[in-house]
């Protein structure tokens, strides 16, 4: 296990850009358990400073590794239960990198149903094989002619038999089907179709009705596009290789007769070369097709996967408003807007329910019942959900505060768009209903939009990650990743941030490091029965918490106020004596120190290293009590949405707008203008220089100003531009990497995939906008 734990530590580490010893630290670090944040925080000695983004990709890689190497063991034993493992072949396995490498080497030996070869050797035909392969200059037809017998009456029978056990061996070649599939990978296109009968039906597929476009470059999310298309039976999607190649041996087809020294001028030869098209056609193409089906949607899925991580990590981590009353709103029409007040701590105060619209339109009942829960509660901010309602309910906000005396310190309450992505998920979830048991459902979703603009990263976290929708196709990849890439988004986000453990809830705490949801709800029962928590050593008390998940989890639990003053900051129990020694060589108080670091400037990190602290450590240490348990999370900051912009019948191209980026894929970001449709900003429209992903320049949460440059609104598209350069607003965005194989006719005169000519200006940005927009 050492030896293999070495070697597995040796291949991740070029990949990782580390040295072998720090990943093998890294490996045993996991391995006794310890989670990414903590190693990443605390063990930065031992790994010799790998960050966590090093060490998701490290476990990561290491799974992988591990699963190849099970499969590899597997496969050994298989093949020496057959009798067919030599040195050689054995030394072979060992040698792979990748599971499909692996697989190519098996297949000669993986037990499988009757072939026809194998029906073929049974009639006797095996030699008949080995007789065209070793001379070619007798005609395969005289030669069979010698095998002949009750089971096999005739030439063709006997030709026909050998055909299929040649065809067998050339197809288990793993040297040739991996240097086929690598051509396969330059060179193949993917080719998508409309079935015969769904064009009507399938009309947001159109842009891919007959397109062609470079396999190896697909986007991920035309990619997972077409795959949906072909999943609901609209398209048909296929690989095609060297389909313009007219010559009479196709280029994959000589690859074959090399791989075989298979000529052109002896009946033997002739008679292969017939058999290696043959094999090709029935046997290679299609299983090599479906590989690269198969490695596209994995590629697609990776990428879709991690834009969906990015964006939810940028939203976990998006500003606080703060412990601030804060009242929230679940807008409705029919069905009227659903109210609810939090204090400071999230604690629900007061809910109602107010019906300013239609059929009953109490808009001024709906103002006096908010403007009572603002006065009584001494609300500060309110939070608006984005819903269907929104804009209409912030117009009532705004003209109710507009008439509303300021408060003794002149403000007003500050009204906010909140995203209400997954509030209903969490309303009807067990953890709701385990916290509002009493609560209306619908009332349940406004406090929860209330807490989210508080706290984005609290609120968030009590909801299953997937269903809060910043991502693209999430609900066509493969589940069981998309979870486990979601989870350490969420594990990373909380633990940067820190949690206090006086106030945070059980959804909150199972996040952080060392503990499970078991765990986190004995800390919140242990505290409902015994008060706050004094102080983290107290932990040690709550039910089934041992020391080594005290280690784990203590340094990212805060508590303010407590007995030690270092519970409230980032150092870890175990450091305190390094901290305190810092202290005293300050000659301050702990607490006066940490209300003014002044005097830690002059202090020199390497005087405090150790046997068990090092450099890193200290440096932490110091920064933690320059500022102690900072947030990382940028300042809190607010969308104006425009006056009398209300839908998307009110855009006008031109118009230059104030907006909140809600989802940011590699081709563009999305952003909600207040009219209950995002706009697309495309990727080229989003700086006045190049930019390869749209993630270089904003992340979900920003605020940003953008320029209306098209709308479509019978397909509810909305074209967006964060460029100075107007006169460049108006060019069409290219398809970038599509392609026609040459000699296609179809190749002249293509229109985009919006309908129009794709030398019309702007449009719905073209193609790339109408794929795009796809993924809403």
């Known amino acids: 296990m050492a030896t293999d734990t070495k070697r597995l530590s040796t ?7 580390a040295r072998a010893d720090q990943a093998l630290a890294a490996i045993t670090l996991l391995d006794e358990g310890a989670s990414v944040p903590f190693i990443a925080r605390y063990r930065k000695e031992v790994t010799g400073g790998l960050d966590d983004t090093q060490l998701r990709l490290l476990a990561e890689r290491l ?38 490498e692996l697989e190519d080497i098996y297949l000669p030996y993986k037990p499988k149903r009757r072939t026809r070869a194998e029906i073929a050797r049974e009639r006797g035909l095996g030699p008949l094989a080995e007789a065209i392969w070793a ?8 030669l069979a002619a010698s095998y002949l017998t009750a089971d096999v009456p005739d030439v063709k029978t006997a030709l026909d038999g050998a055909r299929d056990i040649i065809a067998e061996q050339i197809a288990e070649n793993a040297d040739l089907v991996g240097k086929l599939r690598s051509y396969m990978r330059e060179r193949a296109f993917l080719r998508a179709a409309v079935v015969a009968g769904k064009e009507e ?7 891919y009705f007959d397109h062609v476009e470079r396999w190896a470059t697909a986007p991920s999310h035309r990619a997972l596009a077409m795959l949906r298309g072909r999943n609901e039976e609209v398209l048909s999607v296929g690989i095609e290789v060297d389909a313009d190649d007219t010559s009479a041996v196709k280029p994959v087809e000589r690859m074959i007769a090399d791989a075989f020294s298979i000529g052109r001028q002896q009946d033997g030869d002739k008679w292969l070369m017939e058999v290696a098209g043959w094999t090709w056609r029935v046997k290679l193409s299609l299983s090599l097709s479906l590989d690269l089906m198969r490695e596209l949607r994995e590629r697609a899925e990776d990428e879709a996967i991690r834009v969906f991580a990015r964006n939810l990590k940028d939203l976990l981590l998006a500003a606080p408003a703060g412990a601030r009353a ?12 659903k109210v609810a007040v939090v204090d400071g701590t999230g604690k629900l105060l007061d809910t109602s329910t107010v019906y300013p619209f239609q059929p009953r339109n109490d808009v001024r009942g709906a103002q006096a019942e908010l403007a009572t829960l603002i006065v009584k509660h001494k609300v500060e901010l309110i939070a608006i959900g984005n819903g269907t309602g929104s804009r209409e309910t912030e117009k009532l906000v705004a003209d109710l505060l507009a008439a509303l005396p300021a408060q003794p310190d002149g403000k007003k309450p500050l009204k906010v768009i909140v995203s209400e992505a997954g509030a209903s998920v969490y309303s009807a979830s067990a953890a709701a209903a385990a916290e509002f048991p009493n609560l209306d ?15 984005p990263l609290a609120e968030l976290v009590k909801i299953e990650p997937k269903a809060i929708g910043v991502g693209q196709y999430q609900h066509d990849v493969d589940q069981h990743n998309l979870g486990r890439s979601l989870d350490a988004v969420v594990e990373d986000a909380v633990n940067a941030v820190g949690v206090d453990l006086n106030t945070a809830s059980a959804a909150l705490l199972a996040h952080v490091s060392g503990l499970s949801s078991s765990l986190a709800e004995a800390i919140v029962l242990h505290r409902d029965a015994n008060g706050p928590f004094a102080s983290r050593r107290e932990l040690l008390k709550v039910s089934r918490l041992g020391p080594r998940a005290f ?11 407590g007995t030690e003053p270092l519970d409230a900051s980032a150092v870890h129990p175990e450091a305190y004596g390094v901290a305190r020694k810092i202290v005293t060589a300050c000659g301050r108080d702990l607490r006066a120190l940490m209300s003014d670091p002044t005097a830690l400037r002059s202090i020199d990190p390497r005087s405090f290293v150790d046997d068990k602290f090092g450099l890193p450590t200290v440096r932490d240490i110091i920064a933690e009590l320059e500022k102690p348990g900072r947030d990382p999370r940028p300042e809190f900051r607010t969308a104006t949405f425009a006056d009398g912009v209300d839908d998307i019948n009110d855009l006008k191209v031109g118009m230059m707008l104030e907006g909140t980026v809600t989802n940011v894929a590699a081709f563009g970001a999305f952003v909600d203008i207040g009219v209950h449709q995002d706009g697309l900003v495309h990727v080229s429209q989003l700086a006045d220089r190049f930019i390869k ?11 940003v100003k953008v320029r209306v440059v098209d709308v479509d609104v019978k397909r509810k598209r909305i074209a967006l531009s964060m460029r100075k350069d107007a006169a460049d607003d108006v060019r069409p965005a290219g398809r970038g990497d599509i392609r026609k194989p040459a000699g296609n006719p179809r190749n002249n005169d293509r229109k985009s995939a919006g309908g129009r000519d794709s030398g019309t200006s702007m449009g719905a940005f073209g193609a790339a906008l109408a794929d795009a927009f796809k993924r809403k």
């Open 11 to 17: 291949l991740i580490a070029t990949e990782i850009n």
């Open 63 to 100: 799974s992988y590794l591990r699963e190849m190497d099970a499969r590899r063991s597997t496969i050994v034993e298989s093949i020496r239960s057959q009798g067919k493992l030599t040195e050689e072949l054995e030394a072979r396995l060992a040698a792979v990198s990748t599971k499909a």
């Open 135 to 142: 001379n070619r200059a007798a005609r395969p037809a005289d």
């Open 201 to 207: 039906a399938g009309a947001k597929f159109s842009d």
């Open 326 to 337: 804060t009242l929230g709103l679940d807008p409705g029409i029919r069905t009227g807007v």
């Open 441 to 455: 459902v619908s009332l349940r979703g406004a406090v929860s939009i209330a807490r989210r603009l508080q706290d």
């Open 551 to 561: 280690e784990q989890c203590a340094g990212f639990l805060r508590i303010r106020d």
């Open 693 to 703: 992903d749209a993630h270089e320049v904003v992340k979900a949460g920003d605020v």
